[in-house]
């Protein structure tokens, strides 16, 4: 039987290598890409405990944040070609319209 | 047997996820995160979540690559290949990254509650049943909710990703 820290180690170094994506990437499509990574690994976490803690809330848990990332694709990828339809860029380091 | 197969997809997945980062070509990280989903979808039946497997692979591979791969074909990704790969100053976020990984490593091996070896066994083998009978009675406002933040997301991204008229 696989222990639990295995899993939990697993899901460290998926969030570890998808925060390393957003922190140093600059590109905007592969820092959404390392988004999803961070999530997933979240995931893995989730079910993880659920399992090996007999709860089915692991489980539902898991359910709700892969609908939430469903819709953050939708809107970020809807913001993405608009961006790029005006501004024609997909470097984050050009897109500081908001810095005050 | 469940140690090697899960120390297989694991190794997989920690690759596939890296090769994501490291890629320059965003059509070759799309690709690599698509197997990468599927070694966490094949975790996920190991985990005994059958249903979530399925819907990672759904989800995740079916519907979000996908349209990553869409967007990808729609918009100019040559510039963004010849961009440098790591720009100069991003030292603070590496050293970041490393203390952020080390204490996580660190909060996990120190502490005994994490070393739980045997699952507590389920109750039956109506997982897919009981996981459903709760998401609908017990979860059923936090599901509606999640579908009226779809329902959102969808027209949000129509009225984001529409030409201006006039």
């Known amino acids: 039987m696989v222990p639990l820290w295995w899993y939990i180690v697993l899901g460290v170094v998926l969030f570890v290598i998808g925060a390393a994506g957003v922190l140093l990437r600059r590109n905007i499509l592969v820092v959404l890409m390392s988004l999803e990574l961070l999530l997933n690994s979240v995931n893995i976490n989730f079910i993880a405990f659920g399992r090996y803690h007999a709860d089915f809330r692991g489980q539902i848990f898991a359910i709700f944040v892969i609908a939430i990332t469903a819709a953050e694709v939708a809107v970020a990828l809807g913001i993405l070609v608009a961006l790029v339809r005006n501004k024609s860029t997909l470097k984050v380091d050009d897109v500081t319209v908001m810095k005050g | 047997m469940d140690q090697g197969f899960f120390l297989l997809f694991a190794t997989v997945s920690v690759i596939t996820a890296l090769?994501?980062?490291?890629?320059?070509?965003?059509?070759?990280?799309?690709?690599?995160?698509?197997?990468?989903?599927?070694?966490?979808?094949?975790?996920?039946?190991?985990?005994?979540?059958?249903?979530?497997?399925?819907?990672?692979?759904?989800?995740?591979?079916?519907?979000?690559?996908?349209?990553?791969?869409f967007v990808i074909m729609m918009i100019d990704v040559r510039e963004a290949v010849l961009q440098r790969f790591l720009p100069g100053g991003n030292l603070p976020a590496l050293v970041l990254l490393v203390l952020l990984g080390v204490e996580m490593l660190v909060l996990v091996l120190w502490s005994d509650r994490f070393s739980v070896m045997e699952p507590v066994a389920m109750g039956g083998g109506d997982d897919v049943r009981q996981l459903g009978t709760a998401l609908?009675?017990?979860?059923?406002?936090?599901?509606?909710?999640?579908?009226?933040?779809?329902?959102?997301?969808?027209?949000?991204?129509?009225?984001?990703?529409?030409?201006?008229?006039?």
């Open chain 2, 19 to 69: 090769t994501m980062v490291l890629v320059r070509n965003p059509v070759h990280s799309a690709l690599a995160l698509m197997a990468c989903f599927l070694q966490v979808s094949a975790i996920f039946v190991l985990l005994e979540a059958p249903l979530l497997a399925v819907i990672q692979i759904f989800v995740y591979v079916g519907a979000i690559m996908v349209l990553f791969l």
């Open chain 2, 136 to 166: 609908f009675a017990d979860y059923l406002l936090p599901f509606e909710t999640a579908s009226v933040i779809l329902l959102a997301a969808l027209v949000g991204a129509i009225m984001l990703a529409r030409k201006e008229q006039g």
